[in-house]
């Protein structure tokens, strides 16, 4: 009978597919605003004679309230209410997330994000034009879409030990490539005929994938009898942890000798529920200020194509809404491929700093390429956009992902599982800083040449990667002992 039930490694798969659809399902929901920029604020000339024979010639085709000289500025304003909500809330998310089950949690998270998406887009159906519904709308989005990472890292934390976590969290990490993607393709498929279901159809969408994890998510392996991973060494160097370190961040279900029945059988005293670990206690594990602060440079220059490459494009090489939001995807698939790069690599060499600083390296001039050559045949522009998503999305996933779930079972927490939310928090919504300024400053800097956006997003990138030079440096001197792999941030 007991062969009947699911083992492990399909919990294992479940949870990694569950979580893979549901921060897709998130990232889905905030790509439309970046298409739909340029069909609320289109070439009204391009289309021909003004049919409605009023004063105003130019702009006759855009939608108010964008249809003014001060049009950047206010896209600017509408992406930072929804990154400016999530920034803020996500440092309070992570305090819930360590208190409330994760599933709940999560899936009322992705049913108001559904609707929060879908209300910005019958703002079209409903003819509104006052720039509040649409800021309230973002508001709202930005802070109940705080719900998903730390709920989403800590299960796959959760249930993945840290032998091989970058890779697979770097192949699980394609999720917010693959949103993005879909989220191009989705609302540019109606944006020149309803840019209204460009909202609405991913809000159904993420309501759906809500659902459907509140039903079938397993936070923890003991809810389901199931033995939690090791966090701190892999199986083969199993007979030389220090028993102290091992009786202490995994308890008696791994205490050396003991053989896998005995995992099984053990008792759960383990499972026992501890204190959730303090906003300044997490500030105090090793390397999270400076993972935070890296993060929030370059979460910058993420966002900033996130939301503003489309439009770019639009201005610099001329293309339609929809085939500049489906060129921008291309950039998300060297996301997907840098994520993947970042975490074998990694997990190759033990060095997660190192890793992300090398990366943020070669980015910084790759932007400035792409800039002054990528619109220089569509070849060129295929290939940079490749190649600036890779080196600019790969250190970003890495820090994200499993760089959060390495802090957050970190062996001096003593087995403390609580602390995955809130440090996975922590660092994310210091990203998310940078990811609210880094729009601003691309709106409030593009009406002088996009050149100069692009300068903002160099300075980033190498701002990035000297926050990181204490952790490489300590990298380097570890990596020369025989405990190198061992070791903590």
Not at 12 to 31: A, C, E, I, N
Not at 44 to 65: E, F, R
Not at 222 to 240: A, G, N, Q
Not at 348 to 370: E, K
Request: hydrophobic fraction near 45%; include cysteine; aromatic fraction near 12%.
């Amino acid at each position: 009978l007991t062969s009947l039930l699911p083992s492990s490694h399909s919990y294992r798969g479940l949870t990694l597919v569950l979580t893979f659809l549901s921060y897709t399902s998130y990232h889905l929901s905030r790509k439309p605003i970046s298409i739909v920029k340029s069909q609320l604020h289109p070439n009204c000339s391009a289309l021909g004679p003004n049919p409605h024979n009023d004063s105003n010639s130019t702009t006759w085709c855009s939608w108010a309230p964008f249809d003014g000289d001060n049009y950047n500025e206010l896209f600017g304003a509408l992406d930072n209410a929804f990154l400016v909500a999530y920034a803020i809330g996500m440092f309070i998310s992570g305090i819930f997330g360590e208190r409330l089950p994760l599933r709940y949690y999560l899936s009322g998270g992705m049913v108001l994000s559904g609707l929060f998406t879908a209300l910005f887009g019958l703002g079209y159906f409903w003819d509104i034009h006052v720039l509040w519904y649409f800021i309230v709308v973002q508001v709202c989005n930005g802070l109940v879409q705080t719900t998903g990472w730390p709920a989403v890292v800590a299960c796959v934390g959760n249930w993945f030990g840290k032998g091989k976590r970058g890779l697979i969290m770097g192949i699980w990490n394609s999720h917010t490539s693959v949103g993005n993607i879909l989220g191009s393709l989705i609302a540019g498929a109606w944006v020149s005929s309803a840019w209204g279901l460009s909202f609405v159809v991913p809000g159904i969408i993420i309501f759906a994938v809500g659902i459907i994890c509140f039903f079938f998510l397993v936070e923890y392996p003991e809810d389901v009898d199931c033995s939690p991973p090791l966090h701190h060494v892999s199986v083969s160097d199993s007979h030389e942890k220090d028993p102290e370190a091992v009786t202490s961040n995994e308890g008696p279900l791994n205490l050396p000798g003991q053989s896998s029945v005995d995992h099984s059988n053990s008792p759960k005293e383990p499972t026992e529920e501890p204190e959730a670990i303090s906003f300044l206690g997490a500030l105090r594990i090793p390397g999270v200020v400076e993972f935070s602060l890296c993060l929030l440079f370059a979460k910058l220059v993420s966002y900033t194509f996130l939301y503003w490459l489309p439009l770019y494009i639009v201005n610099v090489a001329h293309f339609g809404a929809k085939e500049a939001g489906d060129l921008s995807t291309l950039f998300d698939v060297g996301g997907i491929l840098g994520g993947i790069f970042a975490g074998l690599i990694s997990d190759y060499t033990g060095g997660r700093a190192t890793t992300c600083c090398v990366m943020l390296v070669v980015a910084a001039p790759m932007l400035f390429l792409y800039n002054h050559v990528g619109q220089n045949g569509i070849g060129t522009s295929i290939a940079m956009l490749i190649i600036c998503g890779a080196l600019v999305n790969g250190p970003y996933a890495l820090i994200t992902t499993a760089v959060s779930a390495d802090l957050g079972t970190h062996e001096s927490l003593k087995g403390n599982a609580k602390a995955l939310s809130t440090v996975t928090a922590i660092i994310d919504g210091t990203g998310s800083i940078g990811a609210a300024l880094g729009p601003l400053l691309a709106g409030l800097i593009s009406p002088t040449g996009w050149n100069n956006v692009f300068y903002m997003l160099i300075a980033a990138d190498v701002l990035a990667c000297l926050l990181l030079a204490r952790v490489v440096v300590k990298e380097a001197r570890g990596c020369c002992g025989p405990m190198a792999r061992q070791r903590g941030y």
